[in-house]
Every structure is written in C-alpha cells, then in structure tokens.
C-alpha cells in the first residue's frame, strides 16, 4: 500500500537571495527568483523590500513571466 511509504528523499537547503518587507508590521518575503519587478513592493501592504538571504529548500522558478 503505497499510502503507509514515507517519502525518504532528502530535503537540500541553500542559502537564498529573498527580499523582505520593511514594515515593522508585516512578515511577507518573497524569493529573489520569484520577484515581479528589479526593486519589488510588498504584495501585501506595498511597503519597500530590503534584499537578505535565508536557508531554504531549493524551488527552480520556470515561468518566464517573472524575472
């Protein structure tokens, strides 16, 4: 029964380039392969984003409508 199986692939993490937002008030983060524009705005409450890292688990970004 395939449903009782534990996915046993291993999880790879990798420093990332990510904006966050500015505001004191809001957690909102976005990965830098995901971003809308050069500088993005916080989709959430439009405030500036500051460019940081974070360990993550790696996601490819294959779409070409973003950046």
Request: proline share 3%; aromatic share 8%.
């Amino acid at each position: 029964m395939a449903f009782g199986r534990r996915n046993d692939e291993e999880i790879k993490l990798e420093e990332t380039k990510i904006w966050v937002c500015s505001s004191e008030d809001c957690k909102c983060w976005i990965r830098d392969n995901f971003k809308s524009s050069e500088e993005p705005r916080c989709p959430i409450c439009k405030s500036e984003m500051k460019q940081t890292t974070k360990e993550l688990q790696v996601i490819h970004n294959h779409s070409k409508n973003f950046m």
